[in-house]
C-alpha cells in the first residue's frame, strides 16, 4: 500500500500522461487490498456476506449466484457447480457461514435483482 501510495503521489506530483488512468487503477488496487486484508483479519464467527466471501467454496457458490440471479438455481445445481460433493454440503457449509440456507439466499438475491 506504502508504495501504491508513493506512485500515486508522484504521478500528481509531476502529472505525465494518463495520470488520470494511472491513479483510479491504483485507488482500485489499494482497495481491493484493504478488502483482501479486511478479509484474512476479520473474525469469522460472524456469518455474513463477509465471512462468505473470506471462505473459498461459499465465495464460489456466492459469486455464481450473483453473477444469474434470475437463473432457477436449485441447490443441488450450485453444488454441482461449484465443486461440493453433495447438496446436503453446501447447504450445511453455506448456512455455517453465511447464517442462511443457498436456497433463502437465492431467494433474497433475485428479490433485490427484482426491485432494482
Do not use: C, N
Request: charge should be neutral; proline fraction near 6%.
Amino acid at each position: 500500500m506504502d508504495q501504491a501510495l508513493a506512485v500515486i503521489d508522484q504521478e500528481l506530483t509531476h502529472r505525465p500522461m494518463a495520470v488520470g488512468l494511472v491513479v483510479e487503477r491504483l485507488a482500485v488496487v489499494m482497495l481491493v487490498h484493504a478488502l483482501r486484508l479486511h478479509l484474512a483479519t476479520a473474525p469469522h464467527h460472524s456469518p455474513g456476506r463477509h465471512a462468505g466471501l473470506a471462505d473459498p467454496l461459499t465465495a464460489t457458490a456466492l459469486t455464481a449466484l450473483h453473477r444469474e440471479p434470475a437463473r432457477p438455481w436449485t441447490v443441488a445445481e450450485l453444488a454441482r457447480a461449484v465443486g461440493y460433493g453433495s447438496e446436503s454440503a453446501l447447504s450445511v457449509a453455506f448456512k455455517r457461514v453465511m447464517g442462511i440456507a443457498p436456497g433463502d439466499h437465492r431467494r433474497r438475491a433475485r428479490e433485490t435483482e427484482d426491485e432494482h
